[in-house]
């Protein structure tokens, strides 16, 4: 069978590990890279001891004879960079946030209908296999209806990081609540279904006030289409390992993390009946260790190859990061505005 051959922007830190699971792939074929930072590329290369075209313009690695682009650089060039994508007709796969702006996501949704290419956003959390057990069980129906379903982001990114130069930057990077808390706030729509409106407050209260424009901490209460009630917080540097947390409570059970309560098993009159619970391995509770269990990148690139081959949809297409991406614009909207903001009315 013939390889996919992928070309890769921007190697920096998630884009190594987008390289490297390319190069695990035995039906892709890691066809070139772009990078303005030339000799990032060629420690990339030197490392992973693999040779392939490198380019500074990511416009000429697009001209070249690939099949689909990997895009991972900073949040503001998405955009251009999946439209340009689109005219030349390769296919995407996106890092989150899909764009910082309402308006170039349509952008984003528009070109890429019209160009018939295939597309997946970065939104890896779906495939970790807690959440696939949970999603599951829900759709089983063993956790009844669901009423409430909870998602955190907190994380402690230390400030001697270099990726500070542009994370905190409303310019570069958008909102931290978007780039942080785009992953909880697609997690409870795949569990949830549709977002219909969304209340929220945001604020800077931690030290790294410099670094960072928009917010460090933002809380969103959701109510979904068929009534069920989100809430998503995130917090970017409190004193906490990172923390990604997961409740979802329905008429028949209830989730937290991986501990799972079913209605047959509470002996609330019985002493330690807290304790009465199918607890889920702990490694698949995200701990954001690289290359550990809950981290799915690389199920998460293996897909992308399978979409880019033919052999399956994308699990989380340019309609649905569109979906997720509005559903955070309308959060960040009722934060300024101090109003409940109707998702679809953006
Ligand atoms: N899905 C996830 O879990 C996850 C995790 C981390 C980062 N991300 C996303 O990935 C993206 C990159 O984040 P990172 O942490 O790897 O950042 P990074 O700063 O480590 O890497 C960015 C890379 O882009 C390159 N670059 C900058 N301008 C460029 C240009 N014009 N053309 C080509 N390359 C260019 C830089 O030289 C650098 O190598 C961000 O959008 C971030 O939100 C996603």
Redesign the pocket.
Known sequence: MKKAKIGL????????EHGRNILKNSKADLYCI????EA?VQAFLKNENHSCKVYK??KELLKSDIDAVVI????A??AKMTIDAAKYNKHVYC???MAITLKDCKRIREEVDKAGIKYLI????RLNPLYRYVKNILTEGKLGKPFIVESEYNHYVPGNL??W??LGKKDI?GSLFH?GSG?NVDLIRDMCGEIKEVSCFKDIFLPRKEQVETEDTAVAMYRFENGVIGKVQCCVGPILPFNFGFRLFGTKGTVQNNKIWYEDIPRFDQAGHENDYVKLPDSWVPDNVQGGLS?T?KEHMDHFIDVVTGSVPSMNDVHSAYNTSAAVFAALKSAETGKVVQVGGL
């Open positions: 922007i921007g190697i920096g830190w998630i884009g190594s772009a990078d303005s930072n990032g313009d990511y991972a650089s900073p949040n060039m998405h890092e989150k946030p970065g939104y890896h959390r270099a990726i130069s542009w990077a780039g992953h981290e990148w």
